[in-house]
T-cell receptor, first 115, second 110 residues
């Protein structure tokens, strides 16, 4: 069974640029959630996708957007990058709808640095 | 989703039980208690969850008080590899706004 993978592992961008982060779900999982984790803080929920539709969103502006594909892999897109977007971006997959009764399996994250 | 309160840090001697408390006094009847941990530079790892009964698995035990306003995660024989940040989360069925607090940083010392 393959776990959750994310790419790239590290990324450096400059203010105003756009970035796309990718996530492959664990086999058999149809729900993907994305989190932002600033240094020294807990992960903050960005949004969740279930069967290719956004299924809930945290307190993040519209320049944070996502996609889920038929194979349940996912992308997180961030436009007009700001310095405060520097963080570890985590992807988590689970089976069933939403958080439900099922635990989430997290990937190792993508470390984004915005200069 | 209800919020949780955890101590910022705790120490534990290797081989001893680590008891990590969590307060969730505003928990609703349909909300579960979940515990995750995050070892430095890795993604969070699921540990255990429960609704009202105590639960045990190969990693830990979860004790939930009768009024469900608090819980304790027990690592029965802590090892150095258990040094991590432990997050207590409450979330209802189908809840998707998973709210992680600051967690408890557990230091297991030799």
């Amino acid at each position: 069974e393959t776990g959750v993978t994310q790419s790239p592992t590290h990324l450096i961008k400059t203010r105003g640029q756009q970035v796309t982060l990718r996530c492959s779900s664990q086999s058999g999982h149809n729900t993907v959630s994305w989190y932002q984790q600033a240094l020294g803080q807990g992960p903050q929920f960005i949004f969740q996708y279930y069967r290719e539709e956004e299924n809930g969103r945290g307190n993040f502006p519209p320049r944070f957007s996502g996609l889920q594909f038929p194979n349940y892999s996912s992308e997180l897109n961030v436009n007009a990058l700001e310095l405060d977007d520097s963080a570890l971006y985590l992807c988590a997959s689970s089976s069933g709808e939403g958080f439900s009764y099922n635990e989430q399996f997290f990937g190792p994250g993508t470390r984004l640095t915005v200069l | 989703d209800a919020k949780t309160t955890q101590p910022p840090s705790m120490d534990c001697a290797e081989g001893r039980a680590a008891n990590l408390p969590c307060n969730h006094s505003t928990i609703s009847g349909n909300e579960y208690v979940y515990w995750y941990r995050q070892i430095h530079s890795q993604g969070p790892q699921y540990i255990i969850h429960g609704l009202k009964n105590n639960e045990t698995n190969e990693m830990a035990s979860l004790i939930i008080t009768e009024d469900r306003k608090s819980s304790t995660l027990i690592l029965p024989h802590a090892t150095l590899r258990d040094t991590a940040v432990y997050y207590c989360i409450v979330s209802n069925t189908g809840g998707f706004k998973t709210i992680f607090g600051a967690g408890t940083r557990l230091f297991v010392k030799a």
